[in-house]
């Protein structure tokens, strides 16, 4: 158990440190947001995996090539639901 929440920890900082620095923008997060968009982000690239090449829709963590890839699509949705919506 504390060996999956280590790696869980793990996967996360590098994840998400990855995914905010290949993605261009202004991303004020804290540290632990970070670790959050990266384990968000395995499950993301989990489940886009099982889906594209097993044709199940499971949800499972991913390998770090995935939890990347995962991060990333998490941050482009975190950023539109988080964009202030200006009134015309």
Do not use: C, K
Not at 14 to 39: C, K, Q
Not at 46 to 56: A, I, K, V
């Amino acid at each position: 158990m504390l060996s999956l929440l280590l790696s869980l920890l793990v996967i996360g900082i590098v994840a998400g440190f990855l995914a905010r620095a290949l993605v261009p923008g202004n991303d004020p997060m804290s540290f632990w947001e970070t670790v959050a968009l990266g384990i968000v982000g395995s499950f993301v690239g989990g489940f886009l995996s099982s889906l594209l090449f097993e044709g199940d829709l499971a949800l499972r963590g991913a390998g770090i090539i995935g939890s990347i890839v995962g991060a990333i699509v998490a941050l482009l949705i975190y950023r539109q639901v988080r964009r202030p919506h200006h009134a015309s």
